[in-house]
Structure formats: structure tokens, C-alpha cells
């Protein structure tokens, strides 16, 4: 069965000044598996991210989250 990571993501702090992103590649096997997130709103903007990192519920959360008004960067 092919590895499949859901492809909406959203940071808990901004990450190159972005907190949406999506999936535009992803590599690797086993514990050195990647994705490779564009930003929504900035495509160019890009990050690889390890899954291992993107499994951790206190930075990334699958799917596009709501921010709250008080806390999105200079909006």
C-alpha cells in the first residue's frame, strides 16, 4: 500500500511567515521519510519537513485550521 500524507497542513506558529501550506512532494522510506509543503498564499514559499515532524501535534496539525483574529501575523 502506497504512503499517502494528507495533503492540507497548518503550522501552530508561522514558518517563513506562513501557516498554510499543502504538500507538493514527498520521498524517502521509513524513518527518513519528507514532504516537501508549498504555501498556500506564497507558493514559492516552500519547507521540507520530516514526517516525524509533521506527526507532532504541538507544531503541525493535518488539514487547514482556522486562526484565531488575535493571534495571525500582521492580518
Same mark, same amino acid.
Given at each position: 500500500?502506497?504512503?499517502?500524507?494528507? &495533503?492540507?497542513?497548518?503550522? =501552530?506558529? $508561522?514558518?517563513?511567515?506562513? *501557516?498554510?501550506?499543502?504538500?507538493? #512532494? !514527498?520521498?524517502?522510506?521509513?524513518?527518513?521519510?519528507?514532504? &516537501?509543503?508549498?504555501?498556500? =498564499?506564497? $507558493?514559492?514559499?516552500?519547507? *521540507?519537513?520530516?514526517?516525524?515532524? #509533521? !506527526?507532532?501535534?504541538?507544531?503541525?496539525?493535518?488539514?487547514?485550521?482556522?486562526?484565531?483574529?488575535?493571534?495571525?501575523?500582521?492580518?
Amino acid at each position: 500500500m502506497p504512503w499517502k500524507p494528507a &495533503e492540507a497542513w497548518t503550522s =501552530l506558529t $508561522p514558518r517563513s511567515g506562513r *501557516r498554510h501550506f499543502r504538500v507538493v #512532494l !514527498q520521498g524517502g522510506r521509513g524513518s527518513e521519510r519528507w514532504v &516537501e509543503l508549498a504555501s498556500l =498564499l506564497e $507558493p514559492q514559499v516552500r519547507l *521540507r519537513e520530516s514526517w516525524t515532524q #509533521l !506527526q507532532d501535534k504541538a507544531q503541525w496539525q493535518s488539514g487547514w485550521q482556522p486562526i484565531p483574529p488575535d493571534d495571525s501575523e500582521g492580518i
